[in-house]
Structures are given as structure tokens and as C-alpha cells.
């Protein structure tokens, strides 16, 4: 069993450029399992930046410094320079990539040696940051893949096909040749990069999930319910980014199809660069029935769930997002939610059907959309039978597992002993 005490702690170097207080995919993945590695003895540095996705904007009570050194839960995070840029558009959004890459690696040269050195896309740059101080330092690199970067920001429309795209393609393939050991999110991603010639017996598949003790059934937020004006609305939430990749605008037109049934309300929670322009579209139509929510901390995603009747999971209509497994759909289960996927058919949706805890429409379909907030809202006993389901569901999905899952590989390439 990994933590044993007559197994020594690995010294572990991560790069992520998002890390809590931030609470997107990311930030959340690496500091559940991190604090797991920590709990079980082995000494964890966190390479990332302040604190400022989506917007672009950094957090109250933070500065953007060269180098800033906090404890978080047994911890070591220190947090570099970096040039902030919305998570929007290609060449600022690029500066910023770059700038943490830069920034992480000058910082890396003055920890520590570990054993190990990791990084996690998106964004790849810091991958390209952690296989050269593994290169450096002269120990192996793991590359956790998030994202199927850069083929996810051509799917968005964030850049184009080009001799760039081509060279950063080259330097991707690059990078999980050079890697000591390559960790996929999904199965997909792991068939993608063998059609592409990586080795498969490099690839390990740790698919994202859940701390279920962070979460659980609970009534809803009386407090929050009133003062977003949905105490007694039957209401289909989604809480995430606000991003290129999901697609939102597609929900204010099955919010349009709906408008006719005061009793059903949408709520978007986050933040990201579409925000401003959904609030915008949303006012422009006149849609009282949607409620956008600022974005919370981490301790508040709970309360934020609980003013859900149903967790809606969306994507865009790209090939390259069957790939996908939204985190989120997770939290989502703990709560006890019965899941809305409206996405590509792929590996989440497979996971849906498996788990028999909630329905599935095809991705930008507003009327499909609409078709099935009105079944589940007419139907409580189904509405029911798919929250039981989901919620039995999801210690399946335990991020402890996969914490396990990949301390395991980080041991294998950084040679622990006994």
C-alpha cells in the first residue's frame, strides 16, 4: 500500500498554471490528488502562477510576484510571475503560456532536486516547461494529458491550421516521446496518441472524478436560492467555465424554447471569457428565465449545487470533444444530481449510460436540449430514479483512486525504494 512507513516519501516537482483558489478542472485534479500524496508522506511542490483564471484578473489578497512561497494542506506551492490574459483569443492568451513557462522553469532550477517532475495540460506549455527541468535536472518527466492541446483550440476556432500549428504539433509528439511515463484523462486520448505512433506501453489512463466527502446530498441554499431568484424554480444548473469549448450560447436557445414554463429556470455559475457576452445575449433576448451566478470559492461549490434539480454538463459540437470527461459531472453525482449531458457522443456519455445517472442529447441541439429539461421536469419519478442512480454512482469515480492510480506511475519512473 502506497504511504507505508517503510517506504521513503517521493520528492514530487508538479507544474500546473492553475491551482486553488482558481477552481476550474485543473487546479482541482492536481490539488485533490496532491493532497493525498501529501497525506501519505511524500513531499509535493506545486511550480504554478497567482491566482487569476478565467478573467485574467488577479485574486483579491494575491500579487503577481517572481516568486511567492505558501503552504496549502501540507503543500508547497510557489507561485511565479506570469503575464495575465483572459482565457480568450490566441496571442495574449499565448504571452500568458509562455510567461509561466518561462517563469516555472527559472523557478525550478532553484528547488530542491526531487525524484520526479510533472506537469499537466491544459495549458501545454507548461509541459514543454516540465520536460525541460526533468531534461536539466537530470530526472524523469511524467506528462499528464488534460487536453488533446493544440487540436482542442483549433476545435474552439481559437487559431487556425498553419505552419505554427504544424510545428507545435511536431513539439507535442516531442514531448510524450521524451516523457519518462504519459498519464491520459480518458481512454481516447491514450488511442489517440497510439494511432499517432507513442508507445502504448508508456500511456496510463487515470480518468478524472470526485473527493466524495467534499460533497453530498443536501437541501437547497435558502439564502442563495432567494437572492438569485430561484426559491421556487425547478432548475437546471450549470456551474463551470464559461468558455469556448462549452458551447453556452446554445443553452439561452433551449432557454428560449422554454420561455412559455415559468416554473423552469437555468442558472450558469462560473466565470470565463464568454461570460460577459451569454449576459449580454441573455438581456438582449429578454430571458428571465436564466440566472447567471458569479464565480465561487472552492468550499462553495456545494452550496452552489444544491440550488440545482438537475447538473447540466455541455460541450461543443467538435469531434475532438467526444474525447472529453468533464470533471465536473462528478461533483455533479456526489451531490446526488441526476446529470443533462449535452456533448459529442464519446467517453463521458458512455460513462452516463454505464452509470444510469441521467440523460444524454446531442451537443448544440437546442431543441433536444429543451425536449429533455421538459421530460425531467414533468417526470419526478424518473427525475428521481436518475439522482439515486447518480449518486450510487459516484464512489466509483474517487479521486483517492486516482491518486493512487497515479502516485503509482510517478513511483515506477522516479525509482522509490524501500
Given at each position: 500500500m502506497?504511504g507505508?512507513?517503510?517506504?521513503?516519501?517521493?520528492?514530487i516537482?508538479?507544474?500546473?498554471?492553475?491551482?486553488?483558489?482558481?477552481?476550474?478542472a485543473a487546479?482541482?485534479?492536481?490539488?485533490?490528488?496532491?493532497?493525498?500524496w501529501?497525506?501519505?508522506?511524500h513531499?509535493?511542490?506545486?511550480?504554478?502562477s497567482?491566482?487569476n483564471?478565467?478573467?485574467?484578473?488577479?485574486?483579491p489578497g494575491y500579487?503577481?510576484?517572481?516568486?511567492?512561497?505558501?503552504?496549502?494542506?501540507?503543500?508547497?506551492?510557489?507561485?511565479?510571475?506570469?503575464?495575465?490574459a483572459?482565457?480568450?483569443?490566441?496571442?495574449?492568451?499565448?504571452?500568458?503560456?509562455?510567461?509561466?513557462?518561462?517563469?516555472?522553469?527559472?523557478?525550478?532550477?532553484?528547488?530542491?532536486?526531487p525524484?520526479v517532475?510533472?506537469?499537466t495540460?491544459?495549458?501545454?506549455?507548461?509541459?514543454?516547461?516540465?520536460?525541460?527541468?526533468?531534461?536539466?535536472?537530470?530526472?524523469?518527466?511524467?506528462?499528464?494529458l488534460?487536453?488533446?492541446?493544440?487540436?482542442?483550440?483549433?476545435?474552439?476556432?481559437?487559431?487556425?491550421?498553419?505552419?505554427?500549428?504544424?510545428?507545435m504539433?511536431?513539439l507535442e509528439?516531442?514531448?510524450?516521446?521524451?516523457?519518462?511515463?504519459?498519464?491520459?484523462?480518458?481512454?481516447?486520448?491514450?488511442?489517440?496518441?497510439?494511432?499517432?505512433?507513442?508507445?502504448?506501453?508508456?500511456?496510463?489512463?487515470?480518468?478524472?472524478?470526485?473527493?466524495?466527502?467534499?460533497?453530498?446530498?443536501?437541501?437547497?441554499?435558502?439564502?442563495?436560492?432567494?437572492s438569485?431568484?430561484?426559491?421556487d424554480?425547478?432548475v437546471v444548473?450549470?456551474?463551470?467555465?464559461?468558455?469556448?469549448?462549452?458551447?453556452?450560447?446554445?443553452?439561452?436557445d433551449?432557454?428560449?424554447r422554454l420561455a412559455?414554463n415559468?416554473?423552469?429556470?437555468?442558472?450558469?455559475?462560473?466565470?470565463?471569457?464568454?461570460?460577459?457576452?451569454?449576459?449580454?445575449?441573455?438581456?438582449?433576448?429578454?430571458l428571465?428565465?436564466?440566472?447567471?451566478?458569479?464565480?465561487?470559492?472552492k468550499?462553495?461549490?456545494?452550496?452552489?449545487?444544491s440550488?440545482?434539480?438537475?447538473a447540466?454538463?455541455?460541450?461543443k459540437n467538435s469531434?475532438?470533444?467526444?474525447?472529453?470527461?468533464p470533471?465536473?459531472?462528478?461533483?455533479?453525482?456526489?451531490?446526488?444530481l441526476?446529470?443533462l449531458?449535452?456533448?459529442?457522443?464519446?467517453?463521458?456519455?458512455d460513462?452516463?449510460?454505464?452509470d444510469?445517472?441521467g440523460?444524454?442529447?446531442p451537443?448544440e441541439?437546442?431543441?433536444a436540449?429543451?425536449?429533455?429539461?421538459?421530460?425531467?421536469h414533468d417526470?419526478?419519478?424518473?427525475?428521481?430514479?436518475?439522482?439515486?442512480?447518480?449518486?450510487?454512482?459516484a464512489?466509483?469515480?474517487?479521486r483517492?483512486?486516482?491518486?493512487?492510480?497515479?502516485i503509482s506511475?510517478?513511483q515506477?519512473?522516479?525509482?522509490?525504494?524501500?
Open positions: 502506497i507505508q512507513s517503510d517506504r521513503r516519501g517521493m520528492k516537482l508538479f507544474l500546473t498554471e492553475n491551482f486553488p483558489p482558481e477552481t476550474n487546479a482541482t485534479r492536481v490539488y485533490e490528488r496532491a493532497c493525498y501529501a497525506k501519505w508522506g513531499q509535493v511542490t506545486v511550480l504554478t497567482a491566482p483564471f478565467p478573467e485574467g484578473r488577479l485574486y500579487e503577481n510576484r517572481w516568486r511567492q512561497v505558501e503552504d496549502m494542506d501540507g503543500l508547497r506551492v510557489v507561485r511565479v510571475k506570469t503575464y495575465m483572459a482565457n480568450r483569443g490566441t496571442v495574449k492568451r499565448m504571452l500568458d503560456f509562455l510567461s509561466f513557462m518561462a517563469s516555472a522553469f527559472g523557478a525550478g532550477l532553484f528547488e530542491h532536486r525524484d517532475v510533472a506537469a495540460s491544459p495549458q501545454f506549455f507548461a509541459a514543454v516547461g516540465g520536460w525541460a527541468l526533468g531534461w536539466v535536472r537530470r530526472v524523469p518527466f511524467v506528462f499528464e488534460g487536453d488533446l492541446w493544440p487540436a482542442s483550440i483549433v476545435a474552439v476556432g481559437a487559431m487556425r491550421p498553419s505552419f505554427g500549428l504544424r510545428m504539433e511536431k509528439l516531442f514531448l510524450y516521446r521524451r516523457s519518462a511515463a504519459v498519464v491520459a484523462l480518458t481512454h481516447a486520448f491514450k488511442q489517440n496518441l497510439v494511432g499517432r505512433g507513442i508507445d502504448a506501453d508508456k500511456i496510463n489512463v487515470v480518468i478524472n472524478g470526485v473527493d466524495t466527502w467534499r460533497y453530498g446530498p443536501r437541501d437547497r441554499d435558502a439564502d442563495l436560492a432567494s438569485a431568484g430561484l426559491a424554480k425547478f444548473g450549470y456551474v463551470g467555465t464559461h468558455g469556448m469549448a462549452h458551447a453556452l450560447s446554445n443553452v439561452l433551449a432557454a428560449e412559455d415559468p416554473a423552469i429556470a437555468f442558472m450558469l455559475a462560473g466565470g470565463g471569457a464568454e461570460r460577459d457576452d451569454l449576459v449580454a445575449d441573455a438581456k438582449r433576448r429578454g428571465t428565465n436564466v440566472v447567471f451566478l458569479v464565480r465561487q470559492p468550499d462553495r461549490m456545494p452550496v452552489v449545487w440550488l440545482c434539480d438537475v447540466l454538463v455541455h460541450l469531434d475532438v470533444f467526444r474525447d472529453v470527461i470533471s465536473k459531472m462528478f461533483e455533479a453525482m456526489a451531490m446526488g441526476p446529470l449531458m449535452a456533448s459529442p457522443a464519446g467517453e463521458a456519455s460513462i452516463l449510460a454505464a444510469g445517472a440523460l444524454h442529447v451537443a441541439d437546442p431543441e436540449l429543451a425536449d429533455a429539461v421538459r421530460q425531467l417526470d419526478p419519478a424518473q427525475l428521481a430514479r436518475l439522482a439515486a442512480a447518480s449518486l450510487k454512482a464512489p466509483g469515480h474517487s483517492e483512486t486516482q491518486a493512487r492510480d497515479m506511475v510517478l515506477r519512473v522516479g525509482g522509490e525504494t524501500s
